[in-house]
Structures are given as structure tokens and as C-alpha cells.
């Protein structure tokens, strides 16, 4: 937390900044850079992305109309302190350019006017690069220019990684081993920052990030936190087809957005190797779905990428009076019978969808937690 709010800081503080994702495309490095990029425009940041021709993958998430590199070589900025600024006439002259500024009869002073050149940074941020050698090697022909301080390192540097083998070089370094992606680290940078950050852009690139960072969520450093981070991301990127069928090779939009829910509420008990989600009537109004787009949600979980071998779904039914439906899976024969001689239910394959009378979702959480052996 300590290194997250020092980075906070360090950006507030800074104007214009350089992001250099890892030249080679090191898994998620390229897509998380995007996601700060997006972010601290946001922020009216300077912000230029550093990268030569990206992968084909990764070019649907570029938004043009948000994606844009400085056209101009130099800016002027003038604070509005004590005046207002309610015009500008500029006159091309033989000698340069003169600039004629009308205000609301409020003296202009010169400490608030500031000169400084686009192609310039005083902070940057590199994400997924072991060494430093490695980026004075790449940006030796490239801009920007950096603001070089003591030891030949520029003055502000964030360095964002997960690799062992990293050397620590920044001012501040985000080096998370235990983290399976690049995008998670971004994830909890621009949480500390402002969740407003959030938008689709964001979190469309984000959510791309983080699946592309565990080999599509089969890293081993996938936890709880990685599961809720994904679903928040879902939640927060609107309705992508071609992200849904780019990271799951499915259209269905619904169920896409459902598992969002799932992911999002997920918990996990290392004890019994178990992950559940309860879901409320409210889930589904807000997501607009219903429990038939639960079949997406089963479809991931059953491909036992996550860090659970048996998983439970709990919903509220629509009926009168309330009731309580699951569905229960499990690789272990043993725990599926144990499930089946306490609940009406039918099983197929490794899963079992069963209904119950009761409309306590956390009463009949705990009863599957009794049956599963620890």
C-alpha cells in the first residue's frame, strides 16, 4: 500500500509522463499500459504510450478517438489565478507569432504561464521490463526525451512488474511476484487512485489484460482477488462482442455479463477446495439476465482454471413464496452423492442442479459446506 500511494503521489504531481510497455509485448505489459494511458488522459495528463506496430490482438482495444499521440511540439499554459480568460487572437509576424489574450480585466502574471515541450518527460512509467539497460537501449533513438537526474536514471520512474528477475531500478517499484498479471498491479494503481478512473476503455482493457496475463486463467497465482477484480472489470465495460468472443470464443453477451456477477461475489474456502457465489434477485434485475444465462458461468468454472476443484451457485428462484435453487460441482463422485441424499436434485456428468424450500442463501451455503469433507 505504502509503494501504490507513493506512485499515487508521484503521478498527481507530474504532467507529462511517458508509459513504455515491454518492447517484446511481454504478456499483458502492453494492454495494461493502454489502460494507464486511457487513465491518465483522463486525469489531463500529458501522457505518451511508447510502442511500435502492436500485435493484431490487441488493436480492437486502440480507440482512436481516445488514443491520441501529441500533434503539437510545444505547449503554452496559462492558470486562470485572480482573472478570467475569455478570448485568444494569435498574428503571424516576419519575426514568430504574437498571441493577444483578452480577460475580465484581471492582471495576467508571468509565474503563471508555463513553456514546455510535448516531446519531453519528467516521469516514466515502464511495465513488464526486468532492467534498465534494457530501456536506455530502446528509447536511445525514440522520443521523448526524459529529464535525466542522478545515477543516469530520469528523475520520476514507476516500474511495474511480476518478474523475479527484476532489478528494482525505479524511484518507486510496483514488483508484485505473487500477482499473475501486469493489468492487476494498473488494476489496484488506478483503485488507490480513483475508481472513477473505471470507464470502458479501461476496464475493457484491464479485463483483456488480466485474462491474457494468466494464460487465460490458468496461472497458478490466480486467487480470489484476481476472480473479483475480473467480474468488477466486466461489470464496468459495458456490452463488447468482440471482447467476449476474442477471450471466449462466445457471443453470448448475457451469460458474459452474468459471470461477471459470479466472479464478482465469488469467495473461496482452501479448506474444502471450494468456490461459491450467492446471487440475489437484485443480480440479475441490475445485470438483466436470468439464471438459463448461468450455463456461461458453469461453462468456465467446470474448466478447472481456478484456484477451486468443487464450486456452488446459489440463486434466489422467482416464486411464491421464495425459494432457493443451486447448482453444485465437483469432480469427486463421493461429495456429489453426499450433495444428491441431502438436496432434490439431478446430476449430470460432474454437476448437479437441485432446488430447495428454503429462501436462506447463506443457510444452505453452510449445509453444502458441513457435507464436503475438509
Not at 158 to 181: M, P
Not at 202 to 231: H, Q
Request: glycine share 6%; proline share 4%; aromatic share 10%.
Amino acid at each position: 500500500m505504502e509503494e501504490l500511494e507513493q506512485a499515487k503521489k508521484i503521478i498527481e504531481d507530474s504532467q507529462n509522463i511517458a508509459i513504455l510497455p515491454s518492447p517484446d509485448f511481454q504478456k499483458d505489459s502492453f494492454v495494461a499500459g493502454l489502460a494507464l494511458f486511457y487513465s491518465l488522459k483522463k486525469l489531463g495528463k500529458n501522457v505518451n504510450l511508447i510502442f511500435e506496430d502492436c500485435p493484431e490482438k490487441f488493436k480492437f482495444l486502440i480507440k482512436k478517438e481516445r488514443y491520441e499521440p501529441p500533434q503539437a511540439d510545444f505547449l503554452i499554459s496559462i492558470k486562470e489565478v485572480g482573472i478570467k480568460l475569455l478570448r485568444l487572437f494569435y498574428e503571424k509576424t516576419e519575426e514568430g507569432l504574437n498571441l493577444y489574450l483578452k480577460t475580465d480585466g484581471g492582471t495576467l502574471q508571468k509565474e503563471n504561464i508555463k513553456f514546455q515541450p510535448l516531446s519531453s518527460a519528467e516521469l516514466l512509467i515502464t511495465l513488464g521490463i526486468k532492467n534498465y539497460k534494457k530501456i536506455e537501449n530502446y528509447l536511445e533513438d525514440k522520443p521523448p526525451h526524459l529529464h535525466i537526474g542522478v545515477g543516469g536514471k530520469p528523475d520520476s520512474l514507476i516500474n511495474i512488474d511480476n518478474q523475479l528477475e527484476n532489478e528494482n531500478y525505479g524511484k518507486v517499484n510496483l514488483i508484485e511476484l505473487h500477482t499473475s498479471s501486469l493489468s492487476e498491479i494498473v488494476f489496484d494503481l488506478l483503485d488507490t487512485m480513483d475508481k472513477k478512473l473505471f470507464d470502458i476503455e479501461v476496464s475493457n482493457s484491464l479485463l483483456f489484460g488480466i485474462i491474457e496475463g494468466t494464460a487465460y486463467l490458468r496461472d497458478i497465482r490466480i486467487n480470489s482477488e484476481t476472480l473479483k477484480k475480473i467480474g468488477f472489470l466486466i461489470k464496468r465495460g459495458g456490452k463488447p462482442k468482440e471482447l467476449i468472443s476474442k477471450l471466449f470464443n462466445n457471443q453470448e453477451e448475457a451469460g458474459f455479463l452474468l459471470f461477471g456477477r459470479v466472479l464478482d461475489k465469488i469467495n473461496i474456502s482452501k479448506e474444502h477446495n471450494l468456490g461459491w457465489t450467492l446471487l440475489e434477485k437484485k443480480d440479475f434485475l441490475e445485470s438483466e439476465t436470468e439464471p438459463s444465462n448461468l450455463r456461461f458461468s458453469l461453462s468456465q468454472l467446470a474448466l478447472g482454471n481456478f484456484p477451486f476443484k468443487n464450486f456452488l451457485i446459489l440463486w434466489e428462484n422467482e416464486s411464491s413464496p421464495l425459494s432457493v435453487r443451486g447448482v453444485f460441482y465437483s469432480p469427486n463422485k463421493k461429495i456429489l452423492e453426499k450433495v444428491l441424499n441431502n438436496f432434490e436434485g439431478l446430476q449430470k456428468g460432474n454437476g448437479i442442479l437441485f432446488k430447495t424450500k428454503d429462501s436462506d442463501l447463506e443457510k444452505i451455503k453452510e449445509k453444502i459446506l458441513e457435507i464436503i469433507p475438509i
